[in-house]
């Protein structure tokens, strides 16, 4: 995005970036996931959560924050989770905030492992305060989200595992795009 006196400006490479990155995280939640048969609530895996970490350290925090937010309440709605959608268009948005700007932070746009490995645990640690306090007001418990952990804490290792080296080649193709 550019700035334009005081202005931002939306060019339609960053409008197509955009959206690519929220069609990608919403193919990855939806149709690359496990369902995880210990969690009674029903949670799932996916590698949504990989596309979002992706996209917050190549493209950075503006677009991490709309393509985790957008796609994956996208998912929610679609797949009869609609109750959840506000609170993953909250929590995953905040989430690729969060990645995008550490990763991007002292001039280094995503190029330090160190900055993205920092963003990726503070931004997962979010998510999962963020699903706890969701799970706590939409079950009306506080006990039962605690369930939930040991899946939201996998989905972020199996983020940080693929997404890093996945991020790092791209970085390197960044330049041509």
């Known amino acids: 995005m550019e700035e334009s006196k005081g202005k931002v400006r939306l060019r339609t490479k960053d409008m197509v970036e955009t959206a690519l990155l929220i069609a990608l995280v919403f193919v990855s939640t939806a149709f690359i996931n496990i369902r995880l048969p210990f969690l009674s609530n029903g949670g799932l895996v996916h590698l949504g959560t990989v596309m979002l970490f992706i996209a917050a350290i190549v493209f950075g925090k503006e677009k991490g924050a709309i393509a985790g937010a957008v796609g994956m309440a996208i998912f929610d709605l679609s797949s009869g989770w609609a109750l959840w959608a ?8 905040v989430m690729g905030y969060m990645l995008g700007s550490i990763a991007w932070s002292k001039k280094r746009d995503g190029n330090s492992l160190c900055l993205d490995i920092v963003g990726i645990i503070l931004s997962g640690a979010w998510m999962i305060f963020g699903y ?4 706590g007001i939409l079950y009306g418990n506080w006990i039962t989200p ?3 952990m040991p899946g939201n804490l996998t989905q972020i290792i199996v983020g940080l595992i693929l997404a890093l080296p996945i991020s790092k080649i791209l970085k ?3 330049k041509y795009i």
């Not at 506000?86 to 948005?93: D, K, L, M, N």
């Open 86 to 93: 506000p609170f993953t268009f909250v929590v995953r948005g």
């Open 132 to 135: 706890y306090i969701t799970e």
């Open 146 to 148: 605690v369930a939930s």
């Open 172 to 174: 390197r193709y960044a």
